[in-house]
């Protein structure tokens, strides 16, 4: 039997050329369903967001909208057509370039670099490869290995970056999701912009209420399974966001937030259309009621709603919509 720290192991089951599981054909969205999924609604909130940074941007004359961990392009080929002849949507994946998207999309492995405009991060981190640690009998904190059946057994001591991340962001707890190579991946997104709007949405959690065993788990057709790395099944632990955020620049503003607020704050409304509507227009109140179930659905708190939103405006104002909820910050490093 093979055994690997869990980071490799992950690297090999998600991205692998051969059988890694986000280079299937079906894609994510044949064994689960995010928020792009869920609803259209989902895209034209993101669409509304994309036209307020271009209004914050001063209308510049080329925009780009940054899918990163674009899936199969769903959300980057709903917008393609905003801002004709000034937008360029990219969709950031390994996978090979789904067919069918629209011609203005490019499809790359890489943020572009020298972007100005939005870049979009959805479901994107929790899938971004980490090591996971777990305390021994003396409660020092030792690297996991996994094997191919998912099988784990204690390695080797926690390195020296790795336990000053622990200390500093997971204090407590007898399981540890090392973030370190997410708080690097986001960095390197961020810093691609010249300027812009940047947002990662993710199921996350704070440094005070980390969970103690960890969340790593696995989805196979719809269903959560348990996390084996066999290429098989998505691999997915919830983000520590509040690590993951840029820090240290004057021009760089953020803003904590969860899906619900910040869908509200762009117009998507779960409330029910007037009862009086059914009388005089059946069909139209029929259309309102199936929107206001798939807004109910992306805001509701014990759900879709309840993700993470991390907001990092770079070297622009914030988007109008957004400036209204509490909490926007410069933080420090």
Same mark, same amino acid.
Request: include cysteine.
């Given at each position: ?10 690297e ?7 059988g890694?599981?986000?280079? &299937?054909?079906? *894609?994510?969205? *044949?064994?689960?369903r #995010?928020?792009? $999924? ?16 271009? +209004? ?11 899918? =990163? ?11 393609a057509?905003?801002?004709? %002849? ?8 390994l996978?090979? !370039?789904?067919p069918?998207?629209? /011609? ?9 670099? *020298? @972007?100005? %405009? ?19 009998d ?13 099988? +784990? ?6 390195? /020296?970056e ?12 007898? &399981? ?28 996350? $959690? ?31 632990? $919830?983000? /520590?966001?509040?690590? =993951?955020?840029? !820090?240290?620049?004057?021009?760089? $503003? ?10 509200? /704050? ?15 227009d059946?069909? %139209?109140?029929?259309r ?11 805001t509701? @708190?014990? %759900?879709?709603?309840?993700?993470g ?11 109008? @919509? ?7 910050? #410069?933080?420090?490093?």
């Amino acid at each position: 039997m093979t055994w690997m720290r869990w980071r490799p192991a992950m690297e090999q089951a998600l991205y692998g050329v051969d059988g890694g599981f986000y280079r &299937r054909p079906e *894609g994510p969205a *044949g064994h689960f369903r #995010t928020s792009v $999924h869920a609803s259209r609604q989902y895209a034209q909130a993101v669409g509304r967001l994309l036209l307020e940074v271009d +209004e914050a941007l001063g209308h510049p004359a080329e925009i780009a909208l940054i899918d =990163v961990g674009a899936g199969r392009g769903e959300l980057v080929g709903a917008l393609a057509g905003l801002l004709p %002849g000034r937008l360029t949507g990219y969709g950031v994946e390994l996978a090979d !370039r789904p067919p069918g998207l629209p /011609a203005q999309v490019r499809w790359t492995a890489r943020v572009p670099a *020298g @972007s100005v %405009g939005l870049l979009f991060a959805n479901e994107w981190l929790d899938n971004v490869p980490l090591e996971i640690a777990e305390a021994d009998d003396d409660g020092v904190l030792r690297y996991l290995e996994v094997a191919p059946d998912g099988a +784990e057994r204690l390695g080797a001591v926690l390195e /020296a970056e790795d336990a000053a991340w622990a200390a500093r962001w997971w204090p407590q707890g007898e &399981r540890v999701e090392l973030g370190a190579p997410r708080d690097a991946a986001w960095a390197a997104a961020v810093g691609a912009l010249e300027r812009g709007l940047a947002v990662a949405v993710d199921y996350a $959690h704070h440094r005070a209420e980390r969970p103690l065993f960890g969340t790593l788990t696995g989805f196979r057709e719809g269903r959560e399974v348990p996390p084996v790395p066999d290429g098989g099944c998505d691999l997915t632990a $919830h983000v /520590a966001l509040d690590a =993951v955020a840029v !820090r240290g620049g004057q021009d760089v $503003h953020t803003l904590w937030t969860t899906q619900r607020e910040a869908l509200r /704050a762009l117009g998507v409304d779960g409330a029910r259309p007037p009862l009086a509507q059914a009388s005089g227009d059946p069909a %139209g109140y029929l259309r309102a009621l199936a929107a206001a179930g798939e807004a109910a659905e992306l805001t509701a @708190s014990a %759900g879709l709603g309840g993700f993470g939103w991390l907001l990092q405006a770079v070297r622009m104002p914030v988007p109008r @919509s957004l400036a209204g909820l509490a909490g926007w910050q #410069t933080l420090q490093a």
